[in-house]
């Protein structure tokens, strides 16, 4: 019985821990590694091309600042569709939240002019969290009355919210002149860059503190990312979107509202994804114009994906995919390397992160031959 006993592995504290972890991190490296071999097939230097795109994404202070500010967004939407994924939802529809968000910021800055910063900027960002929310309870209503499934309700909200949003910006919230845009933010509606908080001397004596259009978005995003994990691990609110959706009928039994936690989750994701909006319009744009997001809405979900729906796993899977799209335009000037290459990478860390059975393959034989040391 005691040969039998030893002759069990036993699986050490740290490994689940290196689970979580290896897993988005080899899937990131298979995919870079797959990438490489695509770009060298395609009669491209491999070496050059990733030199160039690391580059582009950190090669100084201005580089970093572009992937910080393309992050920031993404931190966002990556938080509302992990959010919405712990309670077995699929908002699919972030981006047309964002949009939401970013046209509450922008309308409504127009009449707070001449207010005191730390009046407006709240009321702006709470404003966009509540537009995003707002986008997403007609969906979330129909999920949890009817049972309309939110991947479609979601998706046709996104492009009722785009074309609002372009019919405003041609029309009724056309700014004077022939580009179809708002009229700008003022100075108190903006969020500040990073480097304008320091002195020219600081600067010069500090020159990583010179992120370029990096602005204090990401403070707020890191901010919110950290608040939405305490609410998820130790709250009732985090406890009851969690447990509907590991199992909505054990949830029912328990004395859960199904209906209602899909609800509260819907909007709460909702909500994420008009801060994105929010941080777009008050620290880039500073107004809002027709198609002003790149698509931050959809990269969201390859970026909740990455991260294993953790938000604070959302800020590095941001980041990483923030650090391709700034460093795309560096490979393709110096590398002569397609800027496609890099939707290409993206696309596998996806598959990567999705068919995470081959993925677990290395983590599961990296964990045996270490049980076995330790035996």
């Known amino acids: 019985m005691s040969e039998a006993r030893e002759a069990i592995p036993v699986q050490r504290p740290w490994m689940p821990v290196l689970q979580k972890i290896g897993v988005p991190v080899i899937s990131a490296a298979l995919a870079i590694a797959i990438g490489s071999i695509i770009v060298w097939i395609s009669g491209y230097d491999a070496a050059a091309a990733f030199s160039a795109l690391f580059k582009g994404a950190f090669g100084g202070p201005k580089q970093i600042g572009d992937t910080i500010l393309r992050a920031t967004p993404l931190i966002f939407t990556g938080l509302a569709v992990g959010y919405g994924f712990r309670a077995g939802l699929f908002n699919i529809g972030a981006e047309g939240q964002l949009f939401m968000g970013g046209l509450a910021a922008a309308s ?57 949003v372009s019919w405003l910006v041609v029309g009724p919230l056309k700014d004077e002149g022939m580009i179809p845009q708002t009229v700008a933010l003022a100075p108190e509606a903006q969020l500040p860059r990073i480097q304008s908080l320091f002195s020219a001397d600081t600067l010069d004596a500090l020159p990583f503190l010179a992120l370029g259009r990096a602005h ?13 994990w305490l609410i998820l691990k130790y709250t009732t609110l985090g406890y009851e979107n969690r447990a509907v959706g590991f199992n909505p009928y054990a949830s029912e039994t328990a004395g859960i509202s199904v209906q209602w ?8 994701s909702g909500a994420l994804a008009g801060l994105a909006g929010s941080v777009e319009v008050m620290g880039v744009h500073h107004r809002i114009f027709d198609q002003f997001s790149s698509g931050f809405g959809f990269t969201g979900i390859a970026v909740a994906l990455l991260a ?19 460093g795309a335009g560096t490979m393709q000037l110096e590398a002569s390397v397609p800027q496609k290459i890099i939707l290409i990478i993206q696309a596998l860390v996806i598959f990567f992160v999705a068919a995470e059975e081959i993925v677990l393959w290395f983590v599961r034989r990296r964990q045996k031959e270490a049980m076995s040391h330790a035996g």
């Open 308 to 326: 294993k729906n953790h938000p604070l796993g959302v800020i590095p899977a941001a980041l990483l995919f923030g650090a391709l799209s700034a």
């Open 261 to 268: 936690t899909t609800v509260k989750a819907l909007c709460i």
């Open 108 to 164: 409504l800055g127009v009449f707070l002019v001449g207010q005191p910063w730390f009046l407006v900027v709240p009321v702006l960002v709470v404003a966009s969290a509540l537009a995003g929310a707002a986008w997403a309870f007609v969906p979330a209503l129909l999920k949890a009355r009817i049972g309309a499934h939110e991947v479609i309700t979601t998706m046709m909200f996104t492009y009722i919210g785009r074309y609002i």
């Open 216 to 228: 204090m978005g990401i403070v707020i995003a890191i901010v919110v990312a950290v608040v939405v």
